[in-house]
């Protein structure tokens, strides 16, 4: 290896912290000869090393015949996302100057900023999506609520009276914000996570569009992710609406209470049965929208309404860019809901049982889901299911039509 080149590897091997790295290096004639002015080098298809020979420096030296070389290591990504062939050889002077190499990497990181705003913008829409469905549906939430963990035995009508009677029209918004605190963040994990998942799959696949198994999949892992993420925050909720959830107050005394008790993973209780229901839940209720709503665009009314939204463009306003329009995303979303629902109510109920349970009565889930049927028969596994469906049916309508809507208003690009 000649001299030069053993030069060059070893500026490529230097660490920050090594002194060379930070300056430069003083070089005798023999080495200024053969190293032009201002070269630009290039190393791979992810480096580019500049060097900049200037006779000057420290006083006297270029009297001497010194040299001062400085170095600048430019990393670049390739258009593949990898790295170039590292075997390529340094010095070799490159095709493009180096102002060109500045904006390619310029354009790289403005890339990768407008990447991560449009993560931002997508996150929000999800989470926008679920503070306004769940305040609105409140009031079924929390019936559902009582016939689930408290075992209410009253008809729906009398329930209504007695919590209008003993909290007043706010018992009915009784743990809204917790719930939006836990079903916000929810939503935009599992609506982001879906889109990134199935386009992941159809990539993977190379289908030309995305097939209903892929939907599925996505569904379900975009389920497991969001629970993985949010579990704690409903567990917490649905202690403060249990019998004696009263006494601890705040959302940060219901934690605290948790921490100090039952350690820190009793925030987790129920992850196995939450896993076992969202995953099928999220595949039915992402997997079954999707499928109506690419039924609908592959049809000839669809193909009329793409075609006409194109024509139109920028005079549509952002309802009217609805690739459904608002009827069919609130019916959609709805029958997706109704679906999701009816599919895995058992697991739900077991899942809130098993938050409520303390460490030294814990059961499994097998166990907790037998003692349900003993005590109340197989309908038991079912309390709750005519509110929870009542409460689904706007939840999950209003839940896509409001994403739908976000996405437009934030001109949120494909993920």
């Given amino acids: 290896m000649h001299g030069r080149d053993r030069m060059f590897t070893h500026l490529t091997n230097l660490e920050p912290w090594d002194p060379c790295f930070l300056g430069g290096l003083f070089l005798d ?53 990898r790295g170039g062939d590292s075997g390529e050889r340094l010095g070799q002077n490159g095709d493009k100057n180096l102002e060109e190499v500045d904006e390619e990497v310029a354009a790289v ?18 989470a926008v999506s679920a503070m306004v469905s769940r305040t609105i549906v409140a009031p079924l939430e929390r019936l559902k609520l009582e016939y689930i963990v408290r075992g209410e035995q009253k008809n729906i009508f009398q329930l209504i009276q007695t919590i209008a009677a003993t909290e007043g029209l706010k018992g009915f918004w009784k743990g809204n914000f917790v719930n939006i605190l836990r079903t916000a963040p929810f939503k935009a994990i599992n609506f982001y996570a879906y889109e990134t998942y199935r386009n992941k799959l159809k990539k993977l696949s190379g289908n ?9 999949v996505a569904g379900a892992a975009a389920g497991i992710t969001a629970s993985l993420l949010c579990l704690p925050m409903d567990t917490i909720r649905t202690v403060m609406v249990a019998p004696g959830g009263e006494a601890l107050g705040s959302l940060v ?89 009816a599919a895995t109510y058992p697991f739900e109920v077991v899942r809130r049982q098993l938050q409520l349970q303390v460490r ?56």
């Fill in 208 to 216: 030309e569009d995305t097939t209903n198994f892929e939907r599925l």
């Fill in 253 to 341: 005394g219901a934690f605290r209470h948790m921490i100090q008790t039952e350690g820190f993973f009793s925030l987790y209780k129920g992850l196995l049965p939450s896993l076992v229901a969202m995953a099928p839940s999220s595949a039915v209720f992402y997997g079954v929208y999707d499928i109506l709503k690419s039924s609908y665009l592959l049809s000839q009314e669809g193909r009329k309404r793409i075609q006409h939204m194109k024509q139109e463009g920028q005079e549509l306003n952002a309802l009217e860019q609805l690739e459904l329009g608002p009827f069919r995303t609130l019916l959609y979303g709805a029958i997706a809901g109704v679906c999701s629902e």
């Fill in 29 to 81: 004639q023999t080495f200024v000869s053969s190293v032009s002015p201002n070269s630009y080098c290039y190393c791979s298809k992810s480096c580019f090393l500049t060097l900049k020979l200037r006779a000057r420096g420290r006083e006297g030296l270029s009297d001497k015949g010194l040299g001062f070389l400085s170095v600048s290591l430019s990393i670049k990504k390739g258009s593949d996302g």
């Fill in 360 to 415: 030294a009565t814990k059961l499994s889930p097998l166990a907790t889901c037998f003692k349900i049927v003993k005590d109340g028969g197989v309908p038991a596994l079912y309390a709750g299911l005519i509110p929870s469906l009542l409460q689904v049916l706007p939840s999950a309508a209003i839940s896509y039509f409001v994403y739908e809507f976000m996405k437009i208003v934030l001109k949120v690009e494909s993920v």
């Fill in 109 to 126: 990181i403005a890339e990768k900023r407008s990447g991560a705003f449009n993560t931002t913008k997508h996150l929000w829409a999800g």
